[in-house]
């Protein structure tokens, strides 16, 4: 059994305060966002030293993720990273400026448009990704391999059910 840390202390204080919610769901829930956090941190630092907000890596990441010609219309950016309309749209224009993405009017349709990575823009992304995986991989390092692969496929079936559950309920 690992040594207590301060998810411990929090489900404590909660068992002294309000004894029906200190359980395993609220321990599972801020186990979790504190792994998500360092992995955000982590991130962050990283794109901090390319001048890169999270929503512009997120953009350039995705564009390049799906290949030649590294292009897709807007709303699937929106989709893609779960922004706003017209946070997505923001970013583009940021990313534009700067020369990383072109918006192209779409032949099929005078209504729609594309975003695709410039060489530039390919270049950015391809440097943005092998930054923060890098530093994701700093903290993962620390985890016995074996350990890490063993919480990498329990998190696949977790993610499995809490993601079948939402889509029931949805």
Do not use: C
Request: no cysteine.
């Amino acid at each position: 059994m690992a040594e207590p840390d301060h998810v411990d202390e929090i489900i404590a204080a909660w068992h002294t305060q309000l004894p029906d919610v200190a359980g395993l769901p609220l321990e599972l829930a801020k186990r979790s966002a504190l792994l998500t956090s360092a992995f955000d941190i982590a991130a962050a630092g990283a794109l901090e030293k390319l001048g890169l907000t999270p929503a512009e890596y997120g953009v350039l990441a995705v564009l390049r993720r799906v290949g030649p010609p590294y292009r897709l219309r807007p709303t699937e950016l929106t989709h893609a990273l779960l922004l706003s309309s017209g946070g997505t749209s923001n970013v583009i224009k940021r990313l534009a400026g700067a020369g990383q993405v072109v918006r192209e009017a779409a032949e099929d349709d005078g209504r729609s448009s594309w975003v695709r990575l410039t060489p530039a823009g390919v270049e950015a992304a391809e440097t943005a990704v092998r930054e923060v995986t890098a530093a994701h991989g700093r903290l993962v390092e620390r985890i016995p391999p074996a350990q890490a692969q063993l919480l990498n496929e329990l998190l696949r079936s977790v993610l499995a059910s809490v993601e079948e559950g939402v889509l029931v309920r949805g």
